[in-house]
């Protein structure tokens, strides 16, 4: 993907073309659609995607919504940059196993158990650490997008049931990915918890707390743990519903990715940790996002 000063897509169309149609992450994603079943198509082409989302064929029309949509995404004020900027630095940037790399020398099947001795699991309170930060880089995201106070957790939480396509299909891989493989079906629970008990200097060592901080509202660490504890607080509920709702167990979750990942299902922490450094979904789907809520405003603004 290009990327202009400050690790910001140059262009919302550019972005948007550039994400891939394959590779670790798609099939990640692409096994969770028994929870959207349909819904997400990963559209990697910007034309493709404004026809979709405006249901229009009118090409003089597509065009000036185009021109609108990079207008908008161009004006730093609107927070379409931040958002996509948030959504990308929360995935694990060390990708240590070179995913790009090891996607291009793949077709149809990803082996797992060759790589196993490239990782390392995280222990249960690292894990729901990053998951905390992740839950609360996805309200900020939220709040960016829509230009409203980064503490507005009662609007964030509500806007969860309303979420489709491919804010869903985030929310699904934070929940199977993060919360249900690595720490079990009372993941929400038991991350709670740690992150109540976490100390401030184990929040500090979190690597994703490290680049996601300056987003974090607070005016030290100890504040900004504060407001991690409340926005995972505030979801939590949302979260367990979630999972119950859409039968997100680990054996469901093992049985779809075994459809395009060769795993083993007697290693569930190295399951995930294997997913956490080869797949980018937050910032694959979190851009599809940002596109497609500023096509929605370009429409009402042209």
Known sequence: MFFGSDDKPASIVEAVNELPDSGITVYALKALDFVVPGEW????????????????????????????????????????????S???????????????????????SVGFLSFMKDITP???????????????????????????????????????????????????AIVAFDGVLPLGPDFAEMALNKIQEASVDQVEESSVFQKVADYIPGGGVSEKLGFIRESFGHTKDWLSSFQEENNITRESILEKLSEYISLADDKLDYVSAFLDASTNYFEHTGTQTVASRLIERAVNEV
């Open 122 to 172: 995280k222990a249960d309170t690292v894990q729901s650490i990053d998951l905390a930060i992740k839950i609360t880089a996805e309200l900020l995201a939220f709040t960016k997008i829509n230009g409203i106070p980064g503490d507005s957790f009662g609007e964030f939480v509500d806007s969860l049931a309303n979420y489709s396509g491919e804010a869903k299909i985030r929310m699904a």
């Open 86 to 108: 948030i959504f990308k630095i929360v995935d694990n940037a060390d990708m240590a196993l070179g995913a790009a790399a090891m996607a291009d020398k793949l077709a149809d």
């Open 41 to 84: 198509n990963n559209p990697t082409d910007f034309d493709t995607l404004m026809r979709e989302v405006t249901g229009e064929d009118d090409d003089d029309f597509l065009e000036e919504v185009k021109a609108k949509a990079e207008e908008l995404y161009a004006d730093e004020e609107t927070g379409y940059q931040t958002a996509v």
